[in-house]
C-alpha cells in the first residue's frame, strides 16, 4: 500500500481529532501546546508533506523558502488564512486549505455578545459586583445603550457577516453593509440590508459597525484614524475578525477623546500583547481571540482539516481550497 503522508499538526488539537488523524495519516502532533518555534516551524516545512498550522504559525515567505520537495498541502486550522503566505506557497505549488463555514455561527454569537456586552456596559456591571461596589439600584445609574432600533454596519458580507446580520435583526436593528461585492438580491431581501459602495458615507451613518472581512493586504486598517474620525461620537465598534483591520492606536485616540463611545474587541493588532490603554479603559470590552472557541467548533474545524487532507491525497481537489484571487 501507498505510504501515508506525514502530517505535522503544530498546536494541540481535540483528542478525537488527533486520534482520528492517527488513524489516517502519520501524524506529528504537538502535545505541549506551546507555539512550534520558528526552527521547528521550518523543521516541520522541511520534512512533512502536510503542514496544519493555526493563527499562531507565520507561515511567510522565509519559511516557505526552506520547504522541503515533498510539502504539497498546508492544511491551516483556522478561517483567516492571513498567517500563511498564500501567494509564495501558491507559486510554489504548495495547495493552501482552510475551515469555513464550522465557525460561522459561533463567530456570530460572540459578536452578539460584544454588541450587547459594550453598549449595556456588561463588564463594568461584573467589576462593581466583584469588588464589592455595589451600593443598591438607582434609575440613573449603570445606563446604558439599546441597540435596538439601531443601524449596524457589517463590514464584510461573507458568511459572518450575514449570520450576524440575522442575528441583529432579530435584536431589532436595521442592516446595513459594505463589501466588496454586492450580495445577492434574495439575501438582502431576507436581511432587509441596505449596501453601502462607499464605505466612508456608511461609516458616518452608523450605530454600531462590525468587523466581518478578512486581513488582506487590501484591508490592513481599513478603519484608519481618517475613518474613525467620520464614525458618530455615539458609535460602537465591534471587531472579531482580526485587529490589523482596525488602525488600533487611532481606536485608543478616539476612545480617548470621545469620539466614539465604546469598542468590543475579541482581535488585535499584536496578539497575545494587548495595549494596557485598551484593558484600562471603561468603553471596552475585551475577550481574547475566543470567536470560534466552541468545543463542538474546534471539532468541527478538525473534521474540516480531515476532510482536506484525504480529499487532496486522494488525488482531488480540496474542498476548502484557497487560491490567491479568493484574497
Ligand atoms: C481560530 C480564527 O481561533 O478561524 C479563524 O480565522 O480566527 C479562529 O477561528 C484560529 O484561526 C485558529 O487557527
Redesign the pocket.
Known amino acids: 500500500p501507498r505510504k501515508k503522508p506525514l502530517v505535522v499538526v503544530t498546536r494541540k488539537l481535540p483528542d478525537v481529532v488527533e486520534t482520528r488523524m492517527r488513524e489516517l495519516f502519520e501524524t506529528r502532533l504537538n502535545e505541549a501546546d506551546r507555539p512550534l518555534s520558528q526552527a521547528e516551524l521550518v523543521e516541520a516545512v522541511k520534512t512533512a508533506d502536510v503542514v496544519v ?4 504559525d507565520r507561515i511567510d515567505s522565509a519559511v516557505l523558502s526552506q520547504a522541503g520537495p515533498n510539502l504539497k498541502l498546508i492544511a ?5 488564512v492571513d ?1 500563511i503566505d498564500v501567494i509564495t506557497a501558491n507559486n510554489r505549488g504548495i495547495t493552501v486549505t ?2 469555513p463555514g464550522v ?1 460561522t455561527e459561533d ?1 456570530a454569537d460572540m459578536t452578539m455578545a460584544l454588541m450587547l456586552g459594550v453598549p449595556r456596559r456588561i463588564a463594568e456591571g461584573i467589576k462593581v459586583l466583584e469588588h464589592g461596589e455595589w451600593g443598591g439600584w438607582s434609575p440613573t445609574w449603570m445606563l446604558g445603550r439599546r441597540i435596538w432600533g439601531k443601524r449596524l454596519g457589517i463590514i464584510g458580507m461573507g458568511r459572518i457577516g450575514q449570520a450576524v446580520a440575522r442575528r441583529a435583526k432579530a435584536f431589532g436593528m436595521s442592516i446595513h453593509y459594505h463589501n466588496r461585492r454586492r450580495v445577492s438580491e434574495a439575501v438582502e431581501e431576507s436581511l432587509e440590508a441596505t449596501y453601502w459602495e462607499s464605505l466612508d458615507q456608511m461609516l458616518a451613518r452608523m450605530d454600531v459597525v462590525s468587523i466581518h472581512c478578512p486581513h488582506t493586504p487590501a484591508t490592513y486598517h481599513l478603519l484608519s484614524a481618517r475613518r474613525l474620525k467620520l464614525m458618530k461620537p455615539e458609535a460602537y465598534i465591534v471587531n472579531t475578525a ?1 485587529g490589523e483591520v482596525i488602525d488600533e492606536a487611532a481606536l485608543i485616540r478616539q476612545l480617548d477623546a470621545g469620539q466614539l463611545a465604546g469598542a468590543g474587541l475579541d ?1 488585535f493588532e499584536h496578539e497575545p500583547a494587548v495595549n494596557p490603554k485598551l484593558v484600562a479603559s471603561n468603553k471596552v470590552v475585551l475577550l481574547p ?1 475566543m ?3 466552541t468545543v463542538e ?1 474546534r471539532v468541527d ?1 478538525g473534521e474540516k482539516v480531515i476532510i482536506n487532507i484525504k480529499t487532496f491525497m486522494d488525488g482531488h481537489r480540496p474542498p476548502d481550497r484557497v487560491l490567491p484571487s479568493m484574497l
Open positions: 498550522p493555526t493563527v499562531t491551516n486550522f483556522g478561517n483567516g498567517n482552510n475551515t465557525l463567530t482580526r482581535v481571540h470567536g470560534s472557541a467548533g474545524m
